[in-house]
């Protein structure tokens, strides 16, 4: 069965600095979800991206993130300027069509110090 | 405000004997429910939902528009049921996902 994929499974930066998560969705998936659960807490959406642009994103979401699907494989998650308050696990997700199921990637732990 | 409450954290439950989470919505219109389960070191993945009606691990959820309730029951618990379980609803037309904080079930031989 096809999975998302996500790399690299853990990241550790300093504050201030940027960071790129990768995702690899499902190859013929339309929709993409970034989603983050920070320690203890419950899983949040982050924003959702359709026909390479985003189509809703959350409070969250401010300038200091950005998403895009650059070769028409990889979707990517951008921190530009990481904040102590951004370590969470990061979860990408994917969608053949609205209605049908999101498929989870494993998740990447990010950790700023 | 539009929430998915799961008032549970913890259900530590015997082996053999029925388990029920409550997941309950504050959403107007027709939301879509979901349960997800996440098993140890694993990714999330769908259980159910309340569209396709089907039982799947032997675990089914009613929604119940009245009381805004989606509670997942299952009437005889397994030891690898033990997991997080989130409850989640899909409201809007990109398909955006909001959770519960979810319920750690434990079940115990």
């Known amino acids: 069965e096809p999975e998302v994929t996500q790399t690299p499974s853990h990241q550790v930066t300093q504050m201030g600095q940027e960071v790129i998560l990768r995702c690899v969705p499902i190859?013929?998936?339309?929709?993409f979800y970034w989603y983050r659960q920070i320690l203890g807490q419950k899983v949040e959406f982050l924003v959702s991206?359709?026909?390479?642009?985003?189509?809703?994103k959350s409070e969250i979401f401010d300038d200091q993130f950005s998403v895009e699907r650059p070769d028409g494989s990889n979707f990517t998650l951008k921190i530009r300027s990481t904040k102590l308050e951004d370590s969470a696990m990061y979860f990408c997700?994917?969608?053949?069509?609205?209605?049908?199921?999101?498929?989870f990637g494993p998740g990447t732990r990010l950790l700023v110090l | 405000a539009q929430r998915v409450t799961q008032p549970e954290k913890l259900l530590s439950v015997f082996k053999g004997a029925p388990v029920e989470l409550k997941c309950n919505y504050s959403?107007?219109?027709?939301?879509?429910l979901f349960w997800y389960v996440q098993y140890s070191r694993q990714r999330l993945q769908l259980l159910l939902r309340?569209?396709s009606r089907e039982s799947i691990k032997g675990f089914t959820a009613d929604l119940n528009k009245g009381e805004t309730s989606f509670h997942l029951k299952k009437p005889f618990a397994q030891e690898e049921d033990s997991a997080m379980y989130y409850c989640?609803?899909?409201?809007?037309?990109?398909?955006?996902?909001?959770f519960g904080a979810g319920t750690q079930v434990v079940v115990t031989p």
């Open positions: 997700a994917t969608l053949l069509a609205i209605q049908e199921t999101q498929y």
């Open positions: 190859s013929n998936h339309l929709y």
């Open positions: 991206f359709y026909n390479n642009e985003i189509s809703e």
């Open positions: 959403y107007s219109g027709s939301p879509e």
């Open positions: 309340h569209i």
């Open positions: 989640a609803v899909s409201t809007d037309s990109w398909g955006k996902l909001q």
